[in-house]
């Protein structure tokens, strides 16, 4: 509801590729601002072929230097109950979509992170889809793969809204994260 959300423009300028930038300082009572990014791609509007984009991990490697891995270690494929769960399809699209996911990144500027995500993708019938993803909780550290622990960096929301537009799509790309040990 942008009647309630106070909104700050960090930057605007329709000739770049990100053509505006909002951050949100508090928002669901969390610290750490959410960030909006938008963006209009033009080509054609494939959800599945973006979700790729961000899930694969050679793929995601072509514009993420960070990722160290990236896979999705939980998938869940009962995606019949899950819409009926969900219900309303018109307000909630379809769910294509949905699991849990772990990335981590690699040593650089700081040590390395790695965070427990569950995610999906909803496609709606006008062919907009969200991609959305929240960190999983503490409490599901018994899911996290094998392996060194490394700091928790916490998604608490992301999400990537693709709207068909006359000549391509509309991208919002919003991202409320915390790469934990003292760093905002």
């Known amino acids: 509801d942008s009647d309630t959300l ?8 329709e000739r770049r590729t ?7 300082d508090s928002y669901q009572n969390v610290k750490t601002p959410l960030l909006r990014f938008r963006s209009h791609i033009k080509g054609n509007l494939i959800g599945e072929r ?19 891995r990236n896979e999705e270690v939980y998938p869940i494929d ?18 294509t979509r949905v699991g849990v996911g772990y ?17 999906g993708m909803q496609e709606f019938k006008d062919g907009a889809t969200i991609l959305w993803g929240t960190e999983m909780e503490e409490q599901h550290n018994y899911l996290l793969p094998e392996g060194q622990r490394h700091t928790r960096a916490k998604s608490h929301l992301f999400a990537a809204t693709l709207a068909p537009a006359d000549d391509g799509f509309d991208v919002e790309y919003l991202l409320q994260m915390d790469v934990g040990g003292g760093i905002p």
């Open 50 to 68: 973006f979700s790729h984009f961000i899930m694969d991990l050679d793929e995601r490697k072509k514009w993420d230097d960070q990722v160290a």
């Open 18 to 24: 990100v053509h505006r930038i909002d951050k949100l």
């Open 78 to 95: 009962n995606l019949e109950s899950v819409n009926a769960i969900l219900g309303d399809e018109e307000k909630y699209g379809t769910c």
């Open 103 to 119: 990335t981590q990144t690699k040593q650089g500027f700081i040590s390395p992170r790695e965070q427990l995500i569950i995610g």
């Open 6 to 13: 106070k909104w700050k423009k960090l930057e605007s300028n």
